[in-house]
T-cell receptor, first 113, second 113 residues
Framework: DAGVIQSPRHEVTEMGQEVTLRCKPI?????LFWYRQTMMRGLELLIY????????DSGMPEDRFSAKMPNASFSTLKIQPSEPRDSAVYFC???????????FGPGTRLLVL | AQTVTQSQPEMSVQEAETVTLSCTYD???????LFWYKQPPSRQMILVIR??????QNATENRFSVNFQKAAKSFSLKISDSQLGDAAMYFC??????????FGTGTSLTVIP
């Protein structure tokens, strides 16, 4: 398996623009997680899905952020409109179960100017 | 309230020596799982070691071992014979079967040649 795939790897955009981050989990994994990492706030869990259903989105910072998982092999994290404070590395991870090992993607480094 | 606490933001160890990273957690659950993840400068997060709370025996993976003290809610990571490649950020994580999942704030480990 190729592991968790994220795209794009780097994104530079201007404030106010819409940003869409994409994730393909490992096949067969029922759980998918989205994290944000910054120097100031560390690693934050934004949302996670079980069998394509959002279970806990309490970490989503505000209404500008939305995440979807239309099928078992694809998820998106959208920021609209983007702001400079959204600049961070966004990680996607997947696992067989909540208590199993999470496998992380390489991350998307987002810079909002 | 913080459920997983890593009280050491930074640690350093001499190459070939042993270092222990601390982690405490707060839970009322009896069935849960604990993890140590490593994030090297490449940013790729990988699992170091996993412990099931119902197991008395401490988990071990080569040079990495844990000291799991269930009553004290402590889960420390010991790295023996430290190598330069062990330099990374280490995150402690907790999950329960009750759909709770938390990461600690991380400990940055420096290995001195």
């Amino acid at each position: 398996d190729a592991g968790v795939i994220q795209s794009p790897r780097h994104e530079v955009t201007e404030m106010g623009q819409e940003v869409t981050l994409r994730c393909k989990p490992i096949s067969g994994h029922d759980y998918l997680f989205w994290y944000r990492q910054t120097m100031m706030r560390g690693l934050e869990l934004l949302i996670y899905f079980n069998n394509n259903v959002p279970i806990d989105d309490s970490g989503m910072p505000e209404d500008r952020f939305s995440a979807k998982m239309p099928n078992a092999s694809f998820s998106t994290l959208k920021i609209q409109p983007s702001e400079p404070r959204d600049s961070a590395v966004y990680f996607c991870a997947s696992s067989l179960a909540l208590w199993e090992t999470q496998y992380f993607g390489p991350g998307t480094r987002l810079l909002v100017l | 309230a913080q459920t997983v606490t890593q009280s050491q933001p930074e640690m350093s160890v001499q190459e070939a020596e042993t270092v222990t990273l601390s982690c405490t957690y707060d839970t009322s659950e009896s069935d849960y799982y604990l993890f140590w993840y490593k994030q090297p400068p490449s940013r790729q997060m990988i699992l170091v070691i996993r412990q099931e709370a119902y197991k008395q025996q401490n988990a071990t993976e080569n040079r990495f071992s844990v000291n799991f003290q269930k009553a004290a809610k402590s889960f420390s990571l010991k790295i023996s014979d430290s190598q330069l490649g062990d330099a990374a950020m280490y995150f402690c994580a907790y999950t329960s079967t009750g759909n709770q999942f938390y990461f600690g704030t991380g400990t940055s480990l420096t290995v001195i040649p």
